[in-house]
């Protein structure tokens, strides 16, 4: 059985939500205005809202640990994720 990009394993929430991200990512342009990716915790019925700018996301994504966290939400694995919601 094989694991291609388009199929992350089911089951695992934090992937097929990292997966719509990248996705939503890759279609977008713009720079400076904040979009709403989906919170990367392990709770699949979670899809709250972390705001990010592409240019945030890109630099945040650079790290392969980094999570799109909204604050207080938990990642799949301990010490994943870092909450990168810069709303304040
Ligand atoms: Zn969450």
Not at 2 to 22: I, W
Not at 47 to 67: F, G, K
């Amino acid at each position: 059985m094989s694991r291609g990009k388009a199929a992350p394993p089911a089951g695992n929430p934090t992937l097929l939500k990292r997966e719509v991200n990248e996705l939503m990512r890759a279609s977008l342009r713009l720079r400076d205005e904040r979009i709403a990716f989906f919170c990367e915790c392990a709770d699949a019925s979670c899809y709250q809202a972390v705001w990010l700018t592409c240019a945030e996301y890109d630099e945040a994504r650079a790290d392969p640990e980094w999570l799109a966290l909204v604050g207080g939400h938990q990642p799949d694995r301990p010490g994943a994720g870092r909450a990168r919601d810069r709303r304040n």
